[in-house]
């Protein structure tokens, strides 16, 4: 009989991350990779003393009441926790992590990725060569937005947003505005224009980065009302959650020319994507990659190991977030 803790572990994981795993732990995998659904999780959870789960699953509070009492620590291997109900966690006694700051450099370079895609046209070009389809030239052929000198709104200032400014103002002289929930230091700010409105910077950005975390004050942020804010021609860029964006609205003001384009990682109902923005030409659309690199994922799941390792030692979790 092991005196290991038991962890049930709900996807699979990098191969590094499940050996370490299976050195420190009795630790039940998910070999095939299945979805479970909640009502497995807590069957699969029954006699284990902590989970590692991945936003592809839901933790409210039903499944906090379902799962056995011998859980008491969710070990969430993802940065975001929108799908974590943590009252309920907390009135459950299970603690939660998560895994922050090791993916907030793969995570900028999606957004990069995204503004260039969406401003140069990328998914038209690319399908347009693997359809055969390149058979002209004209000097009015596939023209698209020039990023270089360009002014980079950013709303969410925090470590993926200062990322993203960096490059964006090093790699493509971008200006760099920004609206947070409070005003960065100056050596944060890096010469960026702080805006204490997301409505009052709005007005001035070419390009536009949605790099805020989902809450009840962001669902929704980007509506129709706050879109028709940006110059005609704008970029939107999303590489944070789906929820912060209206898709209707979206949808509309890329349709009508309001927006010139739009980048997205991200989309609300994932996995998969709204048929309307699907079928858009102006759009160059990710599968929510922001954190996929080798290097990230062992991150994160070691960072998610470290947090076990902690709890399971009587210590404090370095990033616990409930």
């Known amino acids: 009989m092991s005196d290991k803790p038991t962890i049930l572990v709900t996807r699979k994981l990098p191969q590094n991350v499940e050996d370490r795993l299976a050195r420190d732990f009795e ?70 992590t998560n895994t922050p700051d090791v993916l907030n450099d793969a995570t900028a370079e999606v957004a990069i990725l995204c503004m260039l895609g969406a401003a140069r046209r990328a998914s038209e070009g690319e399908r347009m060569v693997r359809a055969a389809e390149w058979t002209w030239w004209s000097p009015s052929f ?23 400014a960096k490059r964006a ?34 007005r001035h950005c070419d390009f536009l980065s949605l790099n805020c975390p989902a809450t009840p004050d962001t669902i929704d942020l980007m509506n129709a009302e706050r879109l028709a804010l940006l110059p005609d021609g704008a970029i939107l860029v999303n590489t944070s959650r789906g929820a912060v964006v209206d898709e209707d609205a979206l949808i509309g003001a890329l349709n009508s020319g309001k927006l010139a384009a739009a980048g997205l990682d991200v989309y609300k109902g994932e996995p998969g994507v709204n048929p309307k923005i699907a079928e858009l030409a102006n759009t160059f659309l990710m599968p929510h990659i922001g954190s996929s690199t080798f ?28």
């Open 169 to 202: 103002k090093y790699g493509f002289d971008m200006n760099i505005r920004y609206s947070n929930r409070s005003r960065l230091s100056p050596e944060l700010e890096d010469g960026a224009t702080f805006h204490e409105t997301v409505e009052d910077m709005l």
């Open 142 to 164: 596939m023209v698209g937005t020039q990023v270089t000198g360009k002014t980079l709104g950013i709303v969410g200032m925090g470590r993926v947003g200062r990322i993203v």
């Open 295 to 322: 290097e990230t994922r062992d991150a994160m799941g070691f960072l998610a190991l470290d947090n076990l390792d902690a709890f399971f030692l009587g210590k404090e979790p370095p990033t616990r977030v409930a």
């Open 27 to 96: 630790a039940r995998f998910n070999v095939d990779d299945t979805l479970y659904t909640q009502e497995q999780i807590v069957e699969l959870a029954e006699g284990c003393d902590g989970i590692v789960a991945c936003h592809s699953e839901h933790f409210d509070r039903a499944q906090f009441e379902w799962l056995p009492k011998s859980v008491k620590i969710l070990a969430a291997f993802s940065v975001g926790i929108d799908w974590i109900d943590l009252d309920a966690a907390k009135d459950n006694g299970v603690v939660v």
